[in-house]
């Protein structure tokens, strides 16, 4: 399981040291596309594969999951990581994100999330002021 969160700062070149615990889930390869919030969601092949085919199957509508496709997959990029552990953040992803040098790493269980420190940072309090709200919807659940 993939949890956590690391602060982290991109090189001059885009690339971005990936934390040790998270590295190991990956292996050499792994999926870079844009996340369902705004941020680079990383993926395994193999997660990636899972992800596109529970979509697939979610989407009630052909023409609709058509659509959603072609931009999603169109926005992803293989990553590779080198030897020292550092990814290349594409600059199409970076700019649509708005990611500028310091980042948060955040683990969510089957891939990981790059945000934006600033954006994570108001995001994040934004849920911390609705949390018992959450909280009560998930006491429900349990």
Known sequence: MLL???????????????????????GE?????LGFAPCIAIYSLEQWERLFLSLKSAMYDKKKFENFSRVFLATA???TFDTAGRVLLPVHLREKTQIAQ???VIGQN?????????????????????????????????
């Open 102 to 104: 310091e980042v948060c």
């Open 77 to 79: 990029s293989e990553i």
């Open 4 to 26: 956590g969160t690391y602060e982290h700062k991109l090189d001059s070149k885009g690339r971005l040291v990936f934390p040790s615990k998270f590295r190991e889930a990956f």
């Open 29 to 33: 390869e792994a999926v870079a596309s």
């Open 110 to 142: 089957n891939h990981v999330e790059i945000w934006d420190k600033h954006r994570w940072s108001a995001y994040e309090e934004e849920v911390f002021m609705n949390f018992s709200e959450i909280e009560a919807g998930i006491k429900e659940l349990l």
